[in-house]
């Protein structure tokens, strides 16, 4: 009896632990279900639609792409040029030349002019400084002044020192306003001398900075052309020169041989004469001692 009663209170246990239990899991499904969780939470958000409208997403596209091309620094770029006119006429093309600078807002910084002499003809250099925009239509003028011409153009880029010019310049101005309001500020005769001389220091600093940019700019506004202007009989002379050199030259070299050749003879001459003498001698002895024997 005692046994059944025991056996009897053990399932009654067992039955009560396993109807709590499903309780509890009840709950946990339910808590879980309703979407209260965190994990759900951020799930809901990041899946909640934008409400924006086709305008306004242009809209936001073109700011996005204004954002990443904010600045689109022009190129700076220094032209150089030379040129070299040929012609039988060099006072005439000369002339010209200048006139055709003029025409083209051009200015002359540097002018030369050889009459020439017995050698060679008269020749002409100019030194001009024309407008970038009306370079090649000047250098095309001027080409035409003479039958033959010789061209040459080269560029260099300067952008990059351009902009880290300006970027230096904005940084020292901004540091002497600074400088500037601390100076208003100072309250001793130490604080006083401090933001003076730093304020000296940063002019001049923008000084250079600010003499090295306008250079740049000024070499970017105008390009440089160099015209040599020169007599077509000049090339003939020279030529002539050359060949008239070359055959002095050889002759040079000839007599310079020669000379060579009878110092060497000169130098030699006692030498083979005291050999002879020798030489004569030893066979008199020679001679000599055979007879007597």
Request: aromatic content about 6%; proline content about 2%.
């Amino acid at each position: 009896m005692f046994t059944a009663s025991k056996s009897r209170l053990i399932i009654g246990v067992f039955i009560a632990t396993f109807a709590l239990s499903s309780c509890t899991s009840a709950d946990s499904q339910g808590v879980g279900g309703s979407g209260i969780g965190l994990g759900d939470s951020d799930a809901a958000i990041s899946a909640t639609p934008v409400d924006m409208s086709p305008m306004d997403m242009a809209n936001t596209g073109k700011a996005i792409a204004g954002a990443e091309f904010v600045s689109n620094p022009q190129q700076s770029v220094i032209r150089t040029g030379g040129l070299t006119l040929t012609t039988s006429n060099v006072t005439e093309v000369y002339e010209k030349a200048q006139v055709v600078i003029s025409e083209f807002n051009g200015r002359i910084e540097n002018s030369t002019f050889d009459v020439g002499s017995s050698n060679y003809g008269p020749t002409g250099y100019l030194t001009a400084r024309i407008p970038e925009a009306k370079f090649d239509a000047a250098l095309e003028a001027l080409s035409g002044l003479a039958k033959q011409s010789t061209v040459s153009v080269s560029s260099a880029d300067v952008t990059l020192q351009t902009i880290d010019l300006e970027a230096k310049l904005k940084a020292l101005t901004t540091s002497k306003d600074r400088l500037v309001e601390l100076l208003e500020q100072a309250s001793t005769t130490a604080d006083l001398i401090a933001a003076e001389q730093a304020l000296a220091a940063r002019q001049s600093e923008i000084d250079s900075y600010q003499s090295q940019l306008d250079y740049l700019s000024s070499q970017v506004a105008e390009s440089t052309l160099t015209i040599q202007i020169v007599d077509d009989s000049t090339s003939i002379t020279q030529g002539l020169r050359g060949i008239k050199e070359t055959m002095l030259q050889t002759a040079k070299s000839f007599l310079q041989a020669f000379e060579n050749v009878v110092i060497f003879i000169g130098t030699a001459i006692p030498w083979v004469i005291v050999f002879s003498i020798l030489l004569v001698t030893g066979r008199a002895i020679t001679r000599l001692i055979r007879r007597r024997q």
